[in-house]
């Protein structure tokens, strides 16, 4: 018996620390999270020295909570997957803005999935850029944020797995899709009256020219 007491008192200071561990995880997973959601609206605003800024000490928070996490018995990934795929989706949309190449989840040093269900929520982001690129007058970047979309999600639907593997993936890359679809419906639609009008003025512009001589 006096083994079991010794081998309890073991598991118990493993669980406390596990439990001290955790409730740490989750205030800095909070805190990430909303360091990723500040950064993007950073971003949308066109601010990239602010979210810049902000995503560099977000990198050193999810490090620390990355590794707090891999020391617990078991490694809470589900408790870590939001605050990382927030990061995430966070370095996709400076990337994007910057012209840059996505990096890849080993250089973020995060955990695959949550790269994935970042991916999947940053084309969401896209259809914010699309649009505001639109309003801006920006037909180029508009058409470059559908065209990654489009990537994105034909990349998504290459990974055929069961939810409880990839944290219900499938579910978030459907709504991908239809994100995807809708946007084509705004910019093809914003695009062709821009040729319509285009073709108006120029017609104008001819009938005035002519009607003046």
Known sequence: MYELEEIFSEIQKKL?????????????????????????????????HKASKIIEENAALIAKINDMAERMNPSPFGMILSCNQEYAES????????????????ELEIPY?????????????????????????ENDTATK???????????????????????????????ARNITEKTRGDLTLSLNRLDLLTTFEDMLKSYVKKNGD
């Open 145 to 175: 944020a559908l065209d990654v979309m489009d990537e994105l999600y034909s990349y998504l639907m290459t990974l055929d797995f069961p939810d409880g593997l990839t944290y219900n993936l499938r579910k978030k890359t459907d709504f």
């Open 91 to 106: 370095i996709f949309l400076f990337s994007f803005l910057q012209e840059k190449s996505f990096p890849d989840y080993t």
């Open 16 to 48: 406390e620390y596990d439990n001290e561990t955790r409730e740490e995880v989750i205030k800095l997973g909070r805190l990430s999270i909303r360091n990723s959601s500040i950064a993007i609206r950073h971003l949308h605003r066109r601010e990239v």
């Open 113 to 137: 999935l949550a790269y994935l269900h970042g991916i999947s929520d940053f084309i969401g982001e896209l259809r914010r850029v699309a649009l505001d690129s639109l309003r801006r007058n």
